[in-house]
């Protein structure tokens, strides 16, 4: 899978995919990450990609030229499966989506900065705009970063059994149970007798039960209500 992300900030987006998880799965050749600089489209030799928004008001707008040139350019390479911009004011993303994601060959996430982009580019190019929570961030960029190490790490061959993604939070429907090692005996808080006793079923029965008890109490919005 191959993710291209378009940002007028791609040094904060080194980082973020240098390590773990992430770093394994691109070394594997299971996931290409490749960031470009809108500026590199700038409307002219200052780097501009933006502009007062027409009707007035305070925060600039990411102008229409600099993106679709870039996004016009890219896509000479081939079309993207999904173009993703980044916006509080998209669908609030869930592991539902990024495992529907995970399955794409190759998509494009858009950064945006300021009051956002002009909206023609999210008529004429976007397919997907997603929010990762109900708050404001200062740009896309962080956002990005979130979706990309939710999505690569479900590319199949990223995860070993250790690391599966079948026992994952919200995967289910339901939130991961606590999980324990060693001591067995931490400042008086001992470790659970059922997972000391090395019976299996009993220990798979024991982590559902505690999964649900954990889902109901803090999150009773993601239990299924059939
Ligand atoms: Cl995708 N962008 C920004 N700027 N803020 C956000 C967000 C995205 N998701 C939640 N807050």
């Known amino acids: ?21 992430m770093k394994r799965a691109q070394e ?3 996931l290409t990450i490749k960031l470009h600089n809108l500026r590199d489209w700038a409307i002219n030799k200052h780097g501009q990609v933006d502009d007062y928004q027409y009707g007035g008001g305070a925060g600039m707008v990411m102008v229409c030229e600099p993106l679709a ?56 190019y976007v397919t997907k705009e997603i929010s990762i929570g109900d708050y404001v961030l200062s740009g896309g960029e962080l956002a990005a970063a979130v979706v990309v190490d939710a999505i690569g790490r479900l590319i199949p061959g990223v995860l070993n059994d250790e690391t599966s993604a079948l026992t994952d939070s919200f995967q289910d429907n339901l939130l991961a149970p606590p999980v324990y090692s060693r001591p067995a005996d931490f400042r008086g808080l001992t470790v659970p007798e059922v997972l000391l006793q090395g019976d299996p079923k009993k220990v798979d029965q024991w982590r559902s039960e505690q999964a649900l008890i954990r889902t109901k109490q803090r999150r009773p919005d993601i239990l299924d209500h059939e």
């Open 69 to 124: 040139n870039a996004i016009d350019q890219l896509q000479e390479a081939g079309k993207f499966d999904e173009i993703i911009f980044m916006t509080p004011d998209g669908a609030r993303f869930d592991q539902k989506q990024a495992n529907t994601l995970s399955l794409q060959n190759r998509i494009l996430i858009i950064c945006g900065h300021y009051k956002g982009i002009d909206q023609r580019i999210r008529d004429l």
């Open 1 to 21: 899978m191959t993710i291209e992300i378009l940002t007028v900030l791609p040094e904060l987006l080194t980082s973020p995919f240098e390590h773990s998880m």
């Open 28 to 30: 594997k050749g299971l």
